[in-house]
């Protein structure tokens, strides 16, 4: 079974995002342990995006110190359009390897530059979606690659 957590700036405001991750958290729950870990958005001004990003990036690791000792073994990945991309079945691959992962999501701004040098980085996409729908694609793909993984009909 798949231990993941998904950190993640800010709420998903939008009840058809909320009910499609929730759908999809739903049928992932026989195949993993997915915990949903909240941190609170900074509200932002044009000038004062960059700052924001600092603060955001400061509750990312302070959670990420504090649960350290009970996530000692995970492995944190920042998801970012620059990262690592993935076909459908490669994500699968690379879940499957049985060790407990980290997904963080950045806030609207994404992660401040000194998060981005700290953690390896995977993609959803090289396109930019809203913080919310990212949230929503990312638990549809673990559930896609938890199919794959137990040969399940549903990736065709």
């Known amino acids: 079974m798949l231990d993941i957590t998904i950190v993640a700036i800010g709420k998903v405001k939008e009840g058809y995002y909320r009910d499609a991750f929730f759908e999809y958290q739903k049928r992932l729950s026989p195949y993993a342990r997915l915990k949903i870990v909240e ?4 509200p932002f001004l044009k000038n004062s995006q960059d700052q924001t990003k600092e603060f955001e990036g400061e509750a990312i690791e302070n959670f990420l110190n504090k649960s350290e000792k009970s996530h000692n073994s995970a492995v944190v990945y920042l998801l970012a359009e620059r990262g690592q991309t993935f076909t459908s079945i490669e994500f699968a691959a690379w879940l499957n390897k049985k060790q407990p992962l980290i997904l963080v999501i ?8 000194k998060i981005y040098q700290k953690y390896p980085q995977i993609s959803l996409s090289p396109l930019t ?7 929503v694609v990312l638990v549809e793909q673990i559930y896609r690659a ?3 993984i137990n040969k399940k009909t549903y990736n065709y």
């Open 39 to 42: 941190l609170p958005a900074v």
């Open 106 to 113: 950045g806030g609207a701004l994404g992660f401040s530059e």
């Open 129 to 135: 979606f809203p913080h919310e729908l990212a949230r």
């Open 146 to 148: 938890t199919t794959i």
